[in-house]
């Protein structure tokens, strides 16, 4: 059975890299754009104690986006959470670039320490990354030049304030670029509308209601091969409905439909639609309709 490590100090990062130990025990930034940090040093895999936000520089290849595949010439971003596993991708085995590893604690005190666990993208997978223009790559260089001339400076009582000032700084452009990303592959985007709605219907034609339970998010994302997280923000970019949101939409649009074309009672039609208590189903047609069930049913006859 293999082992798996788990990178819970930063220091510990430094040794295996064979470097001098950091400068500050709870954030690095590793510069491997002069063949300085050779990354192939760490562990297949590993399990990370660290946010760690990379910046791919230089960048070469297909990487895969949804169903397709796209150059990504300009640079990219991609983002880990603590305690998520990292293996090393051979897409990117040979790309320059900067990693910034920080240690949750670095921020603790700060509000960004509960702000940064909102940005869905630290759940996004490889394939997801944010791909840059050069404009947006400029911008990032920018902040992560900042954040190094800070740390190999010396390090005085504004240090930590302005080092998380620019990561709250980065994280703001990474959610603006992520959004202009979902529309501009608008060739991809429109593609996924139409399967997701293929994909419900046929799931609430075949009627696995009843014996499934209604579609889940994780369920539509292992279909579209995209992470939950990376769907819902990319739908809600282009639709304003999260993922969830649009299972409920078809889940009320199949609902009305029984509930005008046959004599199911409303209790049946909860059950045919997955519910196991028909209060639940009533709540829900209420709260997307105004109607309860039966009031909908009248009202339409």
Partial sequence: MQTINKLDSIAEIHRMLGLAGPVHPLIS???????????????????????????????????????????????????TAPNQLIGNSQAYKDNKGYS??????????????????NYGFFSYAISESLHLSDQEKAT????????????????????QEVVIAQIELLLSYAKRFYKRQFITRQVVNSSLLEQIEELLNTYFEEEKLASYGMPTVQFLAEQL??????????????????????????????????????????????????????QSFNRMFKTKTNFTPLEFRQAFN
Wanted: without cysteine; proline residues 3%; glycine residues 6%.
């Fill in 225 to 278: 091969n995209f992470t939950p997280n990376y769907l819902s923000d990319m739908l809600r970019t282009l639709t304003g409905l999260s993922a969830q949101q649009h299972i409920h939409q078809k889940m009320i649009e199949k609902s009305k439909e029984l509930l005008s074309t046959t004599s199911l009672t409303v209790s049946q039609v909860a059950y045919q639609l997955g519910f196991e208590h028909p």
């Fill in 100 to 117: 910034l590893i920080i240690h949750p604690d670095f921020l603790q005190g700060h509000a960004l320490a509960k702000k940064i666990k």
């Fill in 29 to 79: 930034l590793l510069d491997s754009t002069k063949d300085l940090v050779n990354l192939d040093r760490l562990p297949k895999s590993y399990i990370s104690g660290f946010y760690k936000i990379s910046f791919v520089t230089d960048l070469a290849g297909k990487f895969k986006y949804g169903q397709g595949y796209y150059d990504f010439e300009e640079g990219s971003l991609l983002f």
């Fill in 140 to 159: 990032m260089l920018a902040i992560y030049n900042i954040i190094g001339q800070e740390l190999n400076s010396r390090i005085d009582e504004f240090s």
